[in-house]
């Protein structure tokens, strides 16, 4: 099994790329170095740059999550009708679906949301916003794991 990763830097200069699996153990040759040529993309003045990335792995089947999005309860106004230029919210309750990832995807009449917020509460309790900059008809999305939780997708109307 492997993996990518991207990263882009953000200044021309010398990086060091470490890369460790089960802790603080570095893979053979890590960590690497690369010299960076081009332009600087980013304003910054800082001469030290720090990026991290941890990829966690997951068996898909017997080992990985265990979790019943049909235990998944969403409310709130956001979930059927959504204002111009408001922030539109509702809360989705994971706390009795066991252990996943919350997937929320909003999409207009032409594009996608351009704004979605996704805030942990607590317990496996999220707030949701979404801002909408056109009126229409959106479909909103909401997934724990890989599969729909009950209700979506919904059907959100913009007057």
Avoid at 18 to 43: D, E, M, N, Q, W
Avoid at 45 to 61: F, I, K, M, Q, W
């Amino acid at each position: 099994m492997g993996h990518r990763v991207t990263y882009t830097p953000m200044a021309p200069g010398n990086y060091l790329i470490s890369i460790k699996y089960g802790g603080p153990h570095h893979i053979v040759g890590s960590p690497f170095k690369a010299k960076v040529t081009g332009p600087r993309l980013s304003g910054g003045h800082s001469l030290h740059e720090t990026s991290t990335v941890l990829v966690e792995t997951v068996t898909r089947g017997g080992g990985g999550f265990s979790s019943d999005a049909g235990k998944v309860v969403a409310r709130g106004p956001g979930l059927a009708t959504a204002f111009l230029g408001q922030k539109n919210h509702f809360t989705v309750d994971c706390s009795k679906a066991g252990t996943n990832m919350l997937m929320v995807g909003v999409h207009g009449p032409k594009t996608p949301c351009e704004e979605v917020y996704v805030k942990h509460m607590g317990n496996r309790i999220y707030n949701v916003t979404y801002t909408v900059k056109e009126k229409g008809d959106y479909v909103l999305i909401l997934r724990w794991g890989e599969d729909n939780v009950p209700g979506s997708p919904y059907r959100v109307t913009v007057p």
